[in-house]
């Protein structure tokens, strides 16, 4: 796992492009995300979990869809799901908001409902989002 990580972080710099994005979700279950922006609405994302030591490591794999796009703010749903800790279904629901005239940073919110055997967790989340657009790129 160690080695995985170290390779993801070291090909970031290779792999970041116009529509290469990470997000930081500080919650009771937090955990750092990789997506790609496909068509500006559909992402892809990879989850890791944080605050957490390798043996009890978490990956969460999800697909998010723009409901409603604007250039200030995007509102998503998605499914996906969880391994290791509450591994299961998980329902992402969330708000994207871009404040600043560069629309890379941003911040967000999100809400989902995680199904797993044992248990049902309702987890929310506050984070940061930041897009590696080009300034030209249009949204």
Known sequence: MKKF???LFLSFP???HAQLGVDFHSSNLPFFGVHYEIKDRI???VRFGTDVSFDDFSFEGVVTYDI???EEYEVY???GGRTTWYQGLVIPLGLNVYPFVQKNFGFHLELAPIFSE???ILR???GIRYRF???SDPH
């Open 68 to 70: 409603f796009q604007e």
């Open 118 to 120: 044992s248990d049902h």
């Open 133 to 135: 657009r080009k300034p």
């Open 43 to 45: 992402k892809p994302e």
């Open 14 to 16: 290779i792999l970041a």
């Open 124 to 126: 929310g989340s506050v």
């Open 77 to 79: 749903a998605g499914i």
């Open 5 to 7: 990580l170290l390779l």
